[in-house]
DNA sequence: CTATTATACCGACCAACGGTCTATGACTCA
DNA sequence: TGAGTCATAGACCGTTGGTCGGTATAATAG
């Protein structure tokens, strides 16, 4: 094989598409390094040049994903314009949609990342997610205590249930999935919804906020993500680059 | 080898205590085949005349762990003297601390299932569990809602919520062991308390309950059970048996 | 009391896996 | 130009989860 010589940072960003790719469609456990090696059209020798182990591709992925995610609610916490509620609005709406332009990507993004074989790069973007978003939660939160908006004794609790609330969504899509059927879709949607107007009554409540003042997402949204399925079924294969 | 021919109940059930020892002390993954077929003393051939793979094999495992668990609280779901809130109360306190009859013992279960490399077992384990203790769940936040004591417009909901804060208490459980030092366990075992109460809170404001009426565990309890650990270092070794 | 079938078990074997190692082509800089 | 470092290649290794043909024991039938 002709030795290709790439800019460090290319060939190590190229192996963390591939594998983003491989691990999405076919799950940490079932893509082989082989598998991963080969899409990047690379040795083994190269890969260990760049990373560890395996378990090191994943955790810089999972980086790479916590990362993305923080930039696209940076404008958001830098807004000095907002007021601690309007700034936890804001991050728990944008946060909802993340990185995702269009209800058609999110489907697609919805539809990888929650299959049960990605449990494990699940669980660690959302470890990853969760340090990088948490003191930014904690601090909106602080001041919205200090200024009088909010009211609560355990400023890091509300915040852990904050996040809980905002990524708890996993298991009733997980379950839309399970169940297949258009009719069990349905009933998850409704499912969705519903818990989504719940979180916000229940955050309201424990952030001492009259009740209303929390907005997750407008009404109508999980459906919109979920019913992009059918109007575009291409979705749902590897996601590439970055 | 000498061909040793155990009634197949026996077997089956050798293995899984086996299974379970290895697969809490190694994790899931870390654990080989066979690293079991050799502790329980049983050939490759034996082995898959019970179970179709290793993934069945933890299925198993995490179903026997929630019938187990299931039956620990049957009494209490039983029980027609309780009224809904006594019966959600005794639930909740029940479940944490599940067969677990000392804090000792409560150590050595929290030790080894909260560790990372135990994430997959522990998430087979949740949904098993989860799917028998949803329905019982639900169907006493209904009699809740339909006698006047709770109320609520989401019974499913405030049931997937009352499970989610049941099992939340591992993330906070987890980066107590991250930590290591005993200031971080004194840290962790301070913000677990907190949160304890600030689940409490939570679910009597989405139960509509007046504060204070959900008791999920005493205070001191998670100081008691952390604790334990200094008092008998011996604990955290394989849990044998049933 | 055999003959036959079904069940529980054994262990050699296999492809594929994650990971290691040595070799070497390709740049850098003096 | 030559020494040294970096990026790559690919043969190789022990171990893994899993398969398979065979065998001893138990259950059943004639």
Redesign the pocket.
């Known amino acids: 094989?002709?030795?290709?010589?790439?800019h460090?940072e290319i060939?190590r960003e190229e192996l963390l598409d591939h594998a983003q790719a491989l691990f999405l469609t076919h799950g940490y456990?079932k893509?082989?390094?082989?598998?991963v090696i080969a899409a990047a059209?690379?040795?083994?020798?190269?890969f260990?040049?760049?990373f560890?182990?395996?378990?090191a591709l994943l955790e810089a992925l999972a980086e790479r994903f916590a990362r993305q995610a923080l930039a696209g609610v940076q404008k958001v916490v830098d807004d000095a314009d907002l007021d601690p509620l309007g700034r936890l609005n804001a991050l728990l709406a944008q946060s909802r949609q993340a990185k995702v332009e269009t209800a058609a990507e999110a489907w697609a993004l919805f539809e990888t990342m929650f299959r049960p074989e990605n449990l494990v790069l699940f669980h660690r973007i959302n470890l990853a997610a969760s340090k990088s978003f948490s003191p930014i939660l904690v601090e909106i939160i602080r001041q919205g205590v200090e200024d009088g908006t909010f009211r609560t004794f355990d400023p890091e609790g509300v915040a852990d249930i904050v996040m809980q609330f905002g990524l708890a969504t996993h298991d009733v899509i997980a379950k839309a999935f399970a169940g297949g059927s258009d009719a069990d879709m349905d009933i998850a949607i409704e499912a969705l919804e519903r818990r989504v107007r719940l979180y916000e009554i229940a955050l309201d409540r424990i952030l001492g906020l009259p009740d209303g003042s929390i907005r997750i997402g407008e009404p109508g949204y999980v459906r919109a993500v979920m019913t992009a399925r059918r109007s575009n079924p291409a979705l749902g294969g590897p996601i590439e680059g970055t």
Chains 1, 2 share one sequence.
């Open positions: 094989m002709p030795r290709i010589i790439k460090p060939r456990d893509a082989s390094l082989n598998d059209g690379v040795s083994k020798g190269a260990y040049h760049y560890a182990s395996k378990e």
